[in-house]
């Protein structure tokens, strides 16, 4: 669930238009985890929130970059998301997530680029 | 206009950042237990949900051939109690042995306090942590044990851990797999160390000065020295001894008897 929910924050910075409405989402997303697990309320909206901004700085940087930028970046975030959270990070657990970045990421700038042509159009 | 419209996300994200660092404090000082208390109706049965769904998930991986999934796991549950079972007989057949040393002492000693059990569903579970389905409304206190296995008379059973963090509904229990646990432990030949959980999860009996004798698939069992846990609660067997002669100590890493990550109720133990 945790990693559902960093990984919808990454993908939203990177994919949706209106940046602000992803760090809400970012804050009571993290505010939901730390009730699931009976952590102490608002560390993971703040580990979430500074990863999610890490990613809308550089994702302005690398926008035209390839997508893999995208899942190296997911892979290196989950670290800094843990050292926030004050839990263990586990190289495994970011390579699982950077593959499912690898798979997704790409299927989500398809439907994006369709959008936008529907739009232009 | 546009560089107020460039600079909104930014104000939002700092109001937001704000806004967790305030609520941190808040539930620091247990402003926000209202909330938690309140949740928990709704995230405890999510929570376990999840837990039994991922139980399954690990199971069908773990067994390959989908024609003896049922039959591997079977064997493995049952060979697990078994295994406890075991543990269990092989400390209490070397406590016979020492019975008549204790029957000696026995006129002076106190009689021992009385344990009471209380069952907890588990809802989470990681490497270093569980989460169960009680809390302080069933007064659950910070440093209580939890066990499994337990047998009230002889009061014995497989440590799961102890109590870290209390909320209203629900309650975080530290493993001994947890990079911060730390526990007072002997083995059956009367070795004592400490054991200790490292960050990838594996346990490791430490401070075992050279002239004790470590013996491998020998039973590891609490101490009784230190104030949390009390004597002979089972937690592994060593299945790796590393020792160096240029070492003060000899080390062993530990297979604990218990699979944490399959568990699915413990009990709490409150000691009158």
């Not at chain 2, 620091?28 to 928990?40: F, H, I, Q």
């Not at chain 2, 079977?74 to 020492?98: F, I, P, R, S, T």
């Not at chain 2, 075992?208 to 101490?223: H, I, P």
């Not at chain 2, 590393?242 to 133990?269: C, G, H, N, W």
């Amino acid at each position: 669930m945790d990693y559902l929910i960093f990984l919808l924050a990454i993908a939203g910075v990177f994919y949706a238009r209106k940046k602000e409405r992803i760090f809400v989402l970012a804050f009571f997303g993290g505010i939901f985890l730390d009730l699931m697990n009976s952590l102490l309320i608002g560390r993971t909206s703040l580990a979430l929130l500074i990863v999610v901004f890490l990613a809308f700085l550089y994702g302005k940087k690398f926008s035209s970059s390839h997508f893999l930028f995208k899942v190296i970046f997911v892979f290196f975030s989950l670290f800094i998301f843990s050292l926030i959270k004050g839990t263990h990070w586990y190289w495994q657990d970011s390579l699982w997530l950077g593959l499912a970045a690898f798979f997704v990421f790409p299927f989500l700038e398809n439907l994006l680029g369709k959008r936008q042509l529907e739009l232009e159009l | 206009m546009v560089t107020q419209k460039k600079k909104r996300p930014v104000v939002v994200l700092l109001l937001l950042i704000s806004l967790s660092f305030l609520m941190m404090g808040f539930d620091r000082l247990e402003w926000l237990d209202w909330l938690k208390n309140g949740s928990s109706f709704f995230t405890n049965p999510i929570q376990e949900e999840i837990y039994q769904i991922r139980k399954k998930v690990t199971g069908w991986f773990q067994a390959s051939i989908p024609s003896q999934k049922e039959k591997a796991l079977l064997a493995e549950k049952e060979n697990e109690v078994l295994e406890q079972k075991v543990a269990l007989l092989e400390l209490e057949q070397n406590e016979l042995l020492e019975e008549n040393e204790a029957m000696r002492r026995l006129l002076q000693v106190p009689l021992s306090p009385k344990w009471r059990f209380l069952t907890a569903k588990i809802l989470n579970a990681n490497t270093d942590y569980l989460l169960i389905n009680e809390g302080s409304r069933a007064n659950i206190k910070e440093g209580m044990i939890v066990v499994v296995g337990a047998d009230e008379e002889k009061k014995r059973g497989i440590l799961v851990g102890e109590i870290e963090r209390v909320n209203p509904n629900s309650s975080i229990v530290k493993l001994p797999s947890s990079s911060e646990s730390e526990i007072k432990v002997k083995t059956l030949n009367a070795s004592k160390g400490v054991l200790r959980g490292k960050v990838n999860g594996e346990i490791f009996l430490e401070d075992v000065l050279q002239e004790m004798k470590l013996v491998e698939e020998s039973l590891v069992f609490t101490s009784g020295e230190g104030e949390t846990f009390p004597q002979g609660l089972v937690i592994g067997r060593i299945s790796l001894i590393e020792k160096s002669e240029s070492e003060i100590y000899q080390r062993a890493k530990l297979d604990p008897i218990l699979d944490y990550q399959k568990l699915d109720k413990v009990f709490v133990v409150f000691i009158d």
